[in-house]
């Protein structure tokens, strides 16, 4: 089993940048699909950013497409969120997780495919 632990939030002013980190311990990164979701209070937990396990499919929220970019360090058994262009919707706790390359992942948005989960980082972004 895999526990994940989020770091690199923060506070910052619109138009800049973050870069938050998510260490894996338990198992190697390379055994598993990763994705990054955010939720915000009374909403629900939305999709950010993906990659297979493989790095074969990322795929990008629409309102973060051009400005984050989702990247794995396998040897360092860490996944990486670079946000640049930030706004102030970008504003909500951030968390990462983790399925198995051994599961069949038809949608990386949904959140009810991943198995594992960080505690999550909060990122604000102020006007």
């Known amino acids: 089993q895999v526990q994940l632990v989020e770091s690199g939030g923060g506070l910052v002013q619109a138009g800049g940048s973050l870069r938050l980190s998510c260490v894996a311990s338990?198992?190697?990164?390379?055994?598993?699909?990763m994705g990054w979701f955010r939720q915000v209070p009374g909403k629900e937990r939305e999709f950010v950013a993906a990659?297979?396990?493989?790095?074969?499919?990322?795929d990008y929220a629409d309102s973060v497409k051009g400005r984050f970019t989702i990247s794995r360090d396998n040897a360092k058994n860490t996944l990486y969120l670079q946000m640049n262009s930030l706004k102030p919707e970008d504003t909500a706790v951030y968390f990462c997780?983790?399925?198995?390359?051994?599961?069949?992942?038809?949608?990386?948005?949904?959140?009810?495919?991943?198995?594992?989960w960080g505690q999550g980082t909060q990122v604000t972004v102020a006007a």
């Open positions: 990659t297979t396990w493989s790095g074969g499919r990322i």
């Open positions: 997780a983790s399925v198995p390359k051994t599961k069949v992942v038809l949608n990386l948005r949904n959140p009810r495919g991943y198995d594992y």
């Open positions: 338990g198992s190697t990164l390379s055994s598993y699909t």
